[in-house]
């Protein structure tokens, strides 16, 4: 019997998809409303809603208080340098993976993912002390380099899903018509890997833009990134749950807006190759 | 000139032995057919000439010279794909230019012979579309204008018209076969289909599990098949072949009559029809011999005969094929 898809079930299932939505979003949605309340109406109970006491203070107080546009600098640096390194190592792993598989490519893909199924906190202090001693503790290069790698299996995975994805044939006809290695790469592979290369370089901005343990754990001032920022404000004045929303919302805002403009690209990167 | 000579050629994957050692000899300008069941190893003698594959062992001449470990780039072959395999980010004039720019040829050069290309190939109105907004023939048509484009010492088809519906795979047959007279440049097309290898070939290569069991012209193997393989495959419909008494009294361990070569209404067989085909022309009947089996025989298409009618039917006596024991050809 084929599954007639009513208006009833219609409703019903996009009242589900909205309650899960929003459930997703609530917390985000709580702390863009908590950053506009006095401190006093943040912290009362039962929560305030509607007459909470509205005010822009908290934003104009994290502002006064901290250096934002650095964080923000270093935050931009650390997630883009991590992704674009990222990529330059990743696409001729992934190109030699996916076009010239050995007996063990699939052990090595597995293995390779198997690496982000450990704590991070597993190697805190090996990377700590690393860091220490190569003087790479609270540097841009160090943290792209730390981010870099933690994100690698994902970008390499992504990348591999999407080359595996163009026919073989097409770079056997580019070869038969006199193409060499160099050229193949550049006229044939390249353009026809563009929409995958983009969507992977968009989440892993995202990913990295987000990190908060290595980020924090690494640095101190100088090459300190928005996640630092974020919990400047958490730890050392206590409960001021206004200001830290404040702050949280001003580290995820850029993100939420390149999100929301890519977010085609995005889920196209996160589905591609789940229905063929 | 494209003249390609297979000496010893094998190629193993691992311990699959999939060419076990072919000799051949393509002369400059013939068209030649790679034809055999599939798995046969057509496929991949095809692409150990083009290069695609390195081969295990032997040594493959193009013009005369070692080629074996050329890479593709540089043998000077086109080659045509199953899946035509444009690329598709590219227009069809790109596409088609391709192998031109590759080998370094001016803009204006590379635009004289694109256009020249689509002329011969009807494509000229849609030299600004990507592939993804052509139809199966006329994609096919574009990755065979690739190929013109470069001339090369040779063209290789891969099955080139088995994604197409029957009416245009009938009409590109006929194009490709034509294309080759105007520009009588060597072609080895590759087919599991042995009505595209008796239209098309001037000598048809008969594989099969990697091995060439007969190198002959259309007529050739159709009137002298080596052996029972060949027999069984050259023809359509395919060959009776009868073992047992009847064989005996040829003196042969099989024999084989074509469907065509069978008189129906009198002779030394009888049976009962199974199933009567009328395709206007002719009439092929299925008839449950008994002892013989059951046969393919081609009566004229007036005849009336139907299901379950009995009838009395025999070979054409100079028709018959012996096969030995061994499956050889006796006469």
Same mark, same amino acid.
């Given at each position: ?13 996009? +009242? ?36 909470? =006491? ?119 006809? +580019? ?46 001032? %100088? +090459? ?53 | ?26 002369? =400059? ?13 057509? /496929? ?12 295990? /062992? ?7 010279? =070692? ?95 088995? %994604? ?62 080596? %052996? ?7 023809? /359509?419909?395919?060959? %009776? ?91």
């Amino acid at each position: 019997m084929a599954r007639a898809v009513t208006t009833q079930r219609k409703i019903v299932y996009t +009242a589900a998809a909205w309650a899960v939505g929003l459930l997703i979003f609530f917390p985000v949605f709580w702390t863009i409303l908590t950053s506009f309340k006095t401190e006093a109406s943040a912290v009362a109970s039962p929560p305030e809603f509607l007459g909470a =006491d509205w005010t822009l203070e908290n934003y104009a107080d994290v502002w006064a208080r901290s250096d934002y546009p650095r964080f923000f600098w270093n935050s931009v640096v650390i997630s883009i340098g991590s992704t674009l390194l990222g990529l330059a190592i990743a696409i001729p792993a992934a190109w030699s993976m996916a076009f010239v598989p050995g007996k063990r490519t699939k052990d090595l893909l597995m293995w390779m993912l198997s690496t982000k199924m450990m704590p991070a906190v597993g190697v805190l202090i090996p990377m700590y002390l690393l860091f220490q001693w190569t003087g790479l503790f609270d540097t841009h290069i160090g943290l792209i380099l730390a981010l870099m790698l933690m994100n690698l299996p994902i970008i390499v995975w992504m990348l591999y899903t999407y080359f595996k994805e163009i026919p073989g044939e097409i770079l056997e006809a +580019a070869r038969m018509d006199g193409a060499s290695l160099r050229n193949e790469i550049i006229y044939v592979l390249t353009p026809m890997a563009i929409p995958g290369i983009a969507s992977t370089m968009l989440l892993n901005i995202i990913l990295a833009w987000n990190e908060a343990f290595w980020t924090i754990t690494l640095t101190t001032i %100088n +090459a300190a990134p928005l996640s630092a920022f974020i919990a400047s404000f958490s730890a050392p004045q206590g409960l001021f749950y206004a200001k830290l929303s404040a702050a949280s919302t001003m580290a995820i805002m850029p993100i939420l807006i390149v999100g929301w403009f890519s977010q085609k690209q995005l889920v196209r990167g996160l589905t591609f190759g789940a229905v063929k | 000139m494209g003249q390609i000579t297979l000496k010893q050629v094998r190629k193993s994957f691992g311990d699959v032995h999939v060419i076990p050692g072919v000799d051949l000899d393509i002369l =400059d300008g013939e068209f030649v057919v790679f034809v055999g069941p599939s798995g046969c190893g057509k /496929s991949t003698l095809l692409r150990l000439i083009a290069g695609l594959e390195d081969t295990t /062992s032997g040594i493959i001449a193009i013009d005369g010279k =070692d080629a074996t470990s050329l890479p593709p780039a540089k043998r000077g072959l086109a080659m045509v794909f199953q899946s035509y395999a444009l690329y598709p980010h590219m227009t069809v004039r790109k596409n088609i230019s391709f192998p031109l720019k590759m080998a370094g040829m001016s803009e204006a050069e590379q635009a004289a012979k694109v256009e020249r290309a689509a002329k011969v190939l009807n494509l000229s109105s849609y030299l600004d579309r990507k592939p993804g907004q052509l139809s199966g023939g006329q994609r096919q048509r574009v990755a065979i204008g690739r190929a013109i484009v470069r001339e090369p010492a040779a063209f290789l088809f891969d099955e080139p018209l088995s %994604n197409l519906d029957a009416a245009l795979r009938v009409g590109m047959r006929q194009e490709i076969t034509e294309l080759h007279q105007q520009l009588k440049t060597t072609m080895v097309y590759v087919t599991h289909d042995q009505v595209e290898a008796m239209t098309m070939a001037d000598k048809i290569v008969v594989l099969n599990a990697g091995r060439v069991e007969q190198v002959g012209s259309p007529l050739e193997l159709y009137n002298r098949p080596v %052996n029972t393989f060949v027999a069984g495959f050259i023809g /359509s419909p395919k060959m %009776n072949l009868m073992e047992g008494a009847e064989a005996a009294k040829h003196g042969a361990k099989t024999i084989g009559v074509r469907p065509e070569h069978v008189e129906v209404g009198s002779g030394p067989w009888s049976g009962t029809v199974m199933l009567a085909e009328h395709l206007g022309s002719d009439t092929f009947l299925k008839v449950n011999a008994g002892d013989l089996g059951i046969l393919t025989v081609r009566a004229p298409g007036e005849v009336h005969v139907g299901y379950g009618d009995h009838i009395q039917f025999g070979p054409q006596a100079s028709k018959i094929h012996r096969f030995g024991p061994d499956g050889k050809n006796m006469s």
